[in-house]
């Protein structure tokens, strides 16, 4: 409990640090908000017009008056007004967010499902013609860039069986499982594929490892078959190094994947934070990595946690 | 009347071509109901792969039964050959029929699993029992072992019992079917001494209360005389001797069996210890290394802001003086703080308070000298592998910011030669050589810079038990060529007999005795070392019986400020003091 409470404490810490970061960052690339927003148009404002929109934003100003502003604004919950969406930020944010948690926790549910088993299998039947043809999928699986995988599979669908998958304006969980189903389901294998490759490797290693400790030659000494020896005293050995590339994939995938958003036409965080900083739109770019950086930190400690349920050796806070 | 269990030619081999790579060849030995047979051999000589062999386990290590049989009577009263049984058969044996205990208790036992689920696995595998049924036959195999507090016990997951306890733990969930043979794989050597002796007295008297056959496979033959019937000797692979108890420790036959008995350190209460040396005449001159007061504490820390709440005192107030020429063998239990002691010597952990000094000797020419080295416990673990023996031996060197020219060249080779190692060994890696070689290396390395103390810390723990004589006469010609003085941490009382001048007797982080080594050993005063003397195994205590005993060792942490009353010391002739308990 004092452990939640100390690592719940150092959250703040680090989401100004993130912040102090992308807010210099990002006004360090070339080009301004203002010409951003215009455009073309932008080259016909007079310096007067230009002053007063810098005004209007707030970005006439240094960048650690701004930056105080906005942290004023951010301990009251405002995180700001996107200027290309003209909504509050969160808002803009939390609209995006459902599609790619969802998408995130499907890609996850793929990987270990597939993943796990096929390491399990491989290390099981190691050295033989079995462990060598999943080691080499794995191999593939880890080395295909998933916007090549996203095309095949598009590719495959269309010319092979005449299907499209969904695309078109994204429906919500709530609203129409099915059809949002539909729209994720062909994402999440793309985005799960390479995740399960990794997940494939890192569980075969770890198994093998396990399964020549002392108390696997302990279990077997007792009578407990081999699948005993496996699923019941094995991977729960195992499973540590498997939660910590899933925790540190799955955190990856909160923040949105750009390559496949795009290619599924899916509106998810990456492709808003992506244009977002085309768009030079700093209050939303902030509030993403804001976000983000706020999502990693979850995931980090539901990970530690994790830990923790699987082995009782782990007490976290401990020195 | 057909033996319980019968082994007749047994070879198993390794690899991919098990044949050419055999590493048990032609084994043959019987047991019958209720008999206790010794395996008795070095590191590689294939005692282990024997016994895994009886109940098949080999096959998961890569190994092969190549030739051979091993005839097991059934509790039905068939004869089953089990080089040839089918895997489900084995299943049903395994835990039901032959039970096995290993080495590590700290790692034979899974991690995330609680001790009660162990051992109910056990019960529901070979007698169907579920539930509250299992947890009531759980909680009884502990009671069994003499756990106290077993109910409780079921909940606690390995972290939280002691070598000891887990030891117990793995002899409940091996004996829980009542298996008619025992197979015990080294079973105390991860264990301090008096829970070593614990360990056997309860094997001993499970054995009498069910009357099982046991196999007990150990390094140590001094340890098998108070519990073994008969006696087996391996080397490289082959069984060189066997019989009767009595035979082979009182006649043995074959060279090995001598050899093991007789140039192999045993503990001989002070019969053995060194004659040179002696403190009585020259005390005038200055100590090679002085300790006043050492403490060590580790804070333990809890709540929000990690304060401060307590201390484990590791180090209590410890002092001592080493004089040049001499060894002080400090020995003690795990979490005695002895390893502590010699860390804190070295400057490799903080003390909280104390002074020590060292008197610097005069250095070669153009050599920087430390005056303390040390040599660690692990020669495996302690080398680097990716450095060449050069590099390793030139690290101090450079370390205290010497050149490795042609002077320092010229030392490596020296010292190589005295250490008895090969003169082509400077281009080579770690790897290359075997632990009683590293071990020489690791001695060499130690020497490189003209050290007046060198600290052992457990230095020949981990050789074979020959492999310790070799080594343990290298330290002592070394000590005599070169006056070093040396601080030998043990446990081993074998060894520390060999080698010790004088013995400081370690426990809960304070000295208890300290004086003459054969006055120490022979005629020890504290109650403490009195319990360790007793329990270190020899060949001439035979079916000596020990009680059970299952107190622990007293807690090290106190509270916050804590300070232990000043010590009070009875003298017992001219160099022997016992600390008076209060």
Redesign the interface.
């Known amino acids: 409990m004092t452990y939640l409470l100390r690592r719940l404490a150092v959250f703040p810490l680090v989401l100004i640090g993130v912040s102090i970061v992308v807010f210099v960052a990002i006004r360090m690339v070339p080009g301004d908000a203002i010409t951003a927003m215009l455009g073309t148009e932008a080259g016909l404002l007079t310096p007067a017009q230009r002053e007063a929109l810098a005004a209007y934003f707030g970005i006439d100003q240094p960048w650690f008056v701004q930056y105080g502003r906005w942290l004023a604004g951010l301990l009251h919950g405002n995180l700001g007004i996107s200027s290309t969406y003209g909504k509050p930020v969160l808002d803009v944010i939390l609209e995006r967010f459902p599609l790619t948690l969802e998408l995130a926790l499907l890609s996850m549910i793929i990987a270990l499902v597939v993943g796990v088993p096929a390491g399990v299998f491989a290390a099981t039947h190691n050295e033989k013609f079995s462990d060598l043809g999943v080691r080499v999928a794995a191999m593939i699986g880890q080395s295909t860039p998933n916007f090549v995988l996203a095309l095949l599979i598009i590719y495959t669908l269309s010319a092979g069986f005449g299907v499209l998958p969904a695309m078109g304006e994204f429906s919500p969980l709530w609203q129409d499982p099915l059809r949002n189903l539909g729209q994720l389901i062909l994402p999440a294998i793309t985005l799960g594929f390479a995740f399960a490759a990794s997940v494939t490797r890192v569980s075969r290693s770890a198994m093998l490892d396990v399964l020549s400790d002392d108390y696997v030659r302990t279990a077997r000494s007792k009578g407990v078959s081999a699948r005993g020896v496996i699923w019941r005293h094995a991977l729960p050995n195992a499973l540590i190094p498997v939660v910590t590339l899933s925790g540190i994939e799955f955190g990856y995938l909160l923040g949105g994947a750009v390559i496949v958003e795009q290619i599924y036409a899916l509106p998810g965080l990456g492709r808003l934070v992506l244009d977002a900083i085309l768009q030079r739109d700093y209050a939303l770019v902030q509030g993403c990595v804001l976000f983000i950086a706020f999502n990693f930190m979850i995931v980090n400690l539901l990970v530690d946690l994790t830990y923790v349920a699987l082995d009782p050796r782990i007490r976290l806070g401990e020195q | 009347m057909i033996p319980l269990l019968s082994v007749s030619d047994l070879s198993v081999g390794f690899g991919r071509t098990p044949q050419a790579n055999e590493v048990v060849r032609g084994v043959s030995f019987e047991l019958a109901d209720g008999e206790t047979l010794a395996i008795v051999g070095e590191s590689g000589s294939g005692k282990s792969v024997t016994a895994l062999s009886i ?1 098949r ?1 080999v096959d ?1 290590g890569g190994g092969r039964i190549t030739g051979g049989a091993i005839k097991l009577k059934r509790a039905d009263g068939g004869v089953l050959d089990l080089t040839a049984a089918s ?1 489900p058969q084995l ?6 029929e ?3 205990i ?1 080495q ?1 208790p700290m ?7 609680t001790i009660g689920t162990q051992i109910e ?2 019960f529901r ?2 007698r169907g029992l579920t539930g509250r049924q299992a947890t009531a036959a759980a909680k009884d195999a502990l009671d069994r072992v003499r756990i106290p507090d077993a109910a409780r016990r079921l909940k606690y ?1 390995p ?1 939280q019992l002691s070598g000891g306890m887990l030891q117990r733990v ?1 002899i409940a ?2 004996l829980a079917c009542n298996p008619r043979l025992l197979i015990a794989d080294e079973p105390t050597t991860a264990l301090d001494v008096t829970v070593q002796a614990q360990i056997m007295a309860l094997l001993a008297e499970l054995k009498r209360e069910t009357g099982m056959s046991m196999i007990f496979i150990t390094h140590d033959i001094g340890l098998v005389a108070g519990i073994a019937d008969k006696i087996m000797v391996m080397q490289n692979g082959e069984g060189v001797e066997q019989g009767e108890l009595n035979q082979i420790l009182d006649q043995p036959q074959h060279p090995y069996t001598q050899h093991l008995l007789q140039d192999v350190p045993h503990f001989a209460s002070g019969r053995a210890t060194r004659s040179d040396g002696r403190r009585d005449k020259a005390t005038d001159t200055e100590p090679a290394l002085k300790v006043n007061d050492l403490v060590v504490r580790f804070p333990v ?4 802001f ?1 304060r401060a709440t307590g201390a484990v005192h590791a180090v209590d107030g410890v002092d001592f003086d080493l004089m040049q020429g001499e060894t002080l063998a400090i020995v003690g239990e795990s979490g005695s703080g002895k390893s502590t002691t010699a860390r804190a010597v070295l400057g490799l952990v903080r003390s909280t308070r104390g002074s020590f000094s060292a008197s610097v000797r005069k250095a070669a020419a153009g050599q920087s000298a430390l005056p303390i080295q040390m040599v660690f416990q692990n020669p495996y673990a302690s080398l680097n592998p990716r450095l060449t023996i050069e590099s390793i031996l030139a690290e101090p060197v450079i370390a205290t910011g010497g050149r490795v020219d042609a002077a320092t060249r010229a030392k490596m080779a020296t010292l190589l030669k005295r250490v008895g190692l090969p003169e082509n060994s400077l281009e080579r890696y770690p790897h290359q050589f075997s632990g009683g070689q590293r071990q020489r290396l690791c001695i060499a390395r130690a020497l490189m810079l003209n050290p007046s103390v060198v600290v052992l810390d457990e230095a020949v723990s981990a050789l074979d038990v020959s492999v310790q004589a070799r080594v343990l006469e290298l330290l002592v010609d070394l000590q005599r060529e070169f006056g070093l003085a040396y601080l030998f941490i043990s446990h081993d009382m074998a060894v520390v007999e060999r080698i010790a001048h004088r013995i400081a007797v370690i426990y809960a982080g304070q000295i208890v005795e300290i004086g003459d080594a054969k006055s120490v050993l022979s005629a020890p005063k504290h109650a403490y070392t009195k319990k360790l003397i007793a329990a270190v195994p020899t060949i001439d205590r035979r079916r000596e019986h020990f009680e059970v005993d299952t107190r622990q060792v007293p807690s090290l942490v106190r509270p916050l400020g804590f300070e232990p009353g000043p010590a009070r010391w009875e003298q017992f002739g001219a160099d022997h003091r016992v600390r008076v308990e209060a």
């Open positions: 109940n386990l998961f895997e299943t049903r044996i395994r835990g039901a032959i039970g096995m290993f590590e790692t034979s036992l899974n991690p995330v699993l696995e056990s595998l070979h997951t972290n793995m969930t091996a820390k809890s709540g929000f990690g």
